[in-house]
Structures are given as C-alpha cells and as structure tokens.
C-alpha cells in the first residue's frame, strides 16, 4: 500500500538557517505529493504541491522537486524565520479508487530567533 | 481560511456517549474527506463523500458513521464513545471534476476530548 516517510524531529533551527526536511514515498501509480503545515492550534494548510516527475512546487520561500528516481519530495527553505514554527507534513494521493490522502507522521519545527 | 468550515471546535464528553461532529466544505467542492489525527496514529483517512454518496472508506470504525446531506454539508456521527477516540477530527473539501487528484482543503477541526 502506500506510504510516506518523514524525518524524525523535532527539528530546531536558528532564524535565517537553512531548512530541509526529508520525505520519501511508495505508492503505485504516479502520485500527486503535497507539504501541508499546521500551525500551532490550526488546521492543515496546502504549503505545496507537485503533480508530476520533475514538477517543483514553491511558496512563502519553500520549495520541493517531485523526484520519480528516488520517489522523493524534500522540503527546502533558504533562510527560515520563527514564523516558520510548525508542524510539515508531506502527503500523496495516488488516486484510482482510492480518493485518500497518506500522511507521513509530520515534523515539528521549531526556529528559534 | 481555507473555507471549509467546521463546528464545533471542542467537544467534551463521556464514554459511552454519542456526538455528531459537522463540516461545511467550500463553494463549489462536491467531495467531503474526513480525517483523525491522533497521537499514536497521526493522520488517518476516515471517508470520502462525493455529492451525497460514499465514495471511499478507510480506517473507519463501525462505530463511526457519516453522511452527506442534498446542500453538500457532511456530518460525522461518533457512538459509544471510548477514551481512545479523543482526537482532533478534520474535515476536508476538494473541487470536481479530476477524480481526487486536486488539492484537498482543510477545515481547522474538531478536538474530541472523551473522560
């Protein structure tokens, strides 16, 4: 079946650090592959997505490249900021008959100033 | 605000006990997902509605039931209620038309306390 791994955190930074957080994948078919963050007492927020091979999914400073050949989708941010401070989860739809989401178990960013 | 709506937002109440969690999902979204989040599990995909019928089921307890009702809100129903169903329940909405693979929009939840 599918899934999504992440990488264990919590993961704390320094603001203006250099931010990676690692997500891999197995799913059959040609997934879609999304970052949602949620902010501390919110919901999930669409962060990203990537909907093909290649595809690079940016926003507020973030950035992920599907990667086919590693089934990869890494989140990366040049200079992170306190308001950063949130939990990522990197998810996948694979579609067919199943219409769900697969999580990864998410990771907790904390910047510090 | 991703324009799903959920109430309420906190629900406090005892084993044994029935509760119907409500979501509204955007303008226009034919599809209503509902998800648990948990500490143990993390994010668990419940069921799918599309336009008022089940389209897909996941990791639902028979003891967990939903519907989706002619103006597209969805209800989830929660009975006989255990320690081990306190979570954060979410509510998600997608767009028609490409059969799911279109980003799903989250609703900020519903935080289940079972004592």
């Known amino acids: 079946g599918d899934s999504v791994t992440q990488m264990e955190g919590p993961v704390t930074l320094s603001e203006e650090a250099f931010l990676t957080i690692n997500c891999t994948y197995t799913?059959?078919?040609?997934?879609?592959l999304f970052w949602y963050v949620q902010y501390p007492g919110e919901g999930l927020q669409l962060l990203l997505k990537?909907?093909?091979?290649?595809d690079k999914g940016s926003n507020k400073g973030f950035e992920a490249t599907y990667r086919k050949e590693t089934t990869s989708f890494h989140l990366e941010k040049g200079s992170v900021q306190v308001s950063d401070s949130a939990v990522y989860f990197c998810a996948l739809y694979s579609g067919g008959s199943n219409y769900k989401l697969t999580f990864g178990k998410g990771t907790l960013l904390t910047v510090n100033p | 605000d991703s324009g799903v709506t959920q109430t309420p937002k906190h629900l406090i109440t005892a084993t044994g006990q029935r509760v119907t969690l409500r979501c509204s999902p955007r303008s226009g979204d034919l599809s209503v997902y509902w998800y648990q989040q948990s500490l143990d599990q993390g994010l668990q995909f419940l069921i799918q509605y599309y336009n008022g019928e089940e389209r897909a089921k996941g990791n639902i307890l028979e003891r967990f039931s939903a519907q989706q009702f002619p103006d597209l809100h969805s209800e989830l129903n929660l009975s006989s209620l255990e320690l081990g169903d306190s979570a954060l329940y979410f509510c998600?909405?997608?767009?028609?038309?490409?059969?799911?693979?279109?980003?799903?929009?989250f609703g900020p939840g519903t935080r289940l306390l079972v004592l």
């Open positions: 990537a909907t093909k091979a290649d």
């Open positions: 998600a909405s997608s767009p028609p038309g490409t059969g799911g693979r279109e980003t799903q929009y």
């Open positions: 799913a059959t078919g040609y997934p879609s």
